[in-house]
Nanobody, 125 residues
Framework: QVQLVESGGGLVQAGGSLRLSCAASGRTFSSDAMGWFRQVPGKEREFVAAITWSGNIYLADSVKGRFTIARDNAKNTVYLYLNCLKPEDTAVYYC???????????????????WGQGTQVTVSS
């Protein structure tokens, strides 16, 4: 059974930083893209970042220059580094893995098969 477990969320002041982790179990994702999305109540889940198996990084325009994504294939883990946080970054952050075969639509939530339970990030002003 595949599981993605996120951690690292919390309450932080504007301008602060967090590191989110997503540990996968049940299968290896070293040959797959992994991503992060976020969602606030009443809105659709939105793309934040993705990293391919080869290390190519894709970031949403709203987080470029502030967030980055990295992976450790030996640990089957993907990280999201959140810097210069703003109140509008407040959301539940979800890890995603298992991109549909041959897909390059890293920013589309429906292309991913596996999801974590989410971790809350709250940025106070």
């Amino acid at each position: 059974q595949v599981q993605l477990v996120e951690s690292g969320g919390g309450l932080v002041q504007a301008g602060g930083s967090l590191r989110l982790s997503c540990a996968a179990s049940g299968r290896t994702f070293s040959s797959d893209a992994m991503g992060w999305f976020r969602q606030v109540p009443g809105k659709e889940r939105e793309f934040v970042a993705a990293i391919t198996w080869s290390g190519n990084i894709y970031l949403a325009d709203s987080v470029k220059g502030r967030f980055t994504i990295a992976r450790d294939n030996a640990k089957n883990t993907v990280y999201l580094y959140l810097n210069c946080l703003k109140p509008e970054d407040t959301a539940v952050y979800y890890c995603a893995a298992g991109l549909r075969r041959y897909s390059i639509s890293y920013h589309v939530s429906g292309e991913y098969e596996y999801w974590g339970q989410g971790t809350q990030v709250t940025v106070s002003s």
